[in-house]
């Protein structure tokens, strides 16, 4: 059983700084991928930021220049740190991970979400 768990949301003000966390738990093989997505109320999700296998990261153009999304492997977690946040950052961010649980099987898994509150 594999589990990703989000954690940092909050509620900031306008120009002010959060640091989100999803850490990965369980029989963990290695790990692909990792991205964070975001979902504002009567909106889509969207992408903010995809960490590749290769070391890659790219960001959506809303937050370049603003966020960044480090990974510590050793200890199977990604951070998302947010700065000169923004009114239109509120929303919901989840944390998704493309996990190798078996020898040959890569599986899928989302974080439970964790809401960003900013406040103009």
């Known amino acids: 059983q594999v589990q990703l768990v989000e954690s940092g949301g909050g509620l900031v003000q306008a120009g002010g700084s959060l640091r989100l966390s999803c850490a990965a738990s369980g029989t963990i093989f290695s790990i692909r991928d990792m991205s964070w997505y975001r979902q504002a109320p009567g909106k889509q999700r969207e992408l903010v930021a995809a960490l590749t296998g290769g070391g890659s990261t790219n960001y959506a153009d809303s937050v370049k220049g603003r966020f960044t999304s480090p990974r510590d492997n050793a200890k199977n977690t990604v951070y998302l740190q947010m700065t000169s946040l923004k009114p239109e950052d509120t929303a919901d961010y989840y944390c998704?991970?493309?996990?190798?649980?078996?020898?040959?099987?890569?599986?899928?898994?989302w974080g439970q979400g964790t809401q960003v509150n900013v406040s103009s």
């Open positions: 998704n991970a493309v996990i190798r649980v078996r020898i040959s099987e890569f599986r899928n898994y």
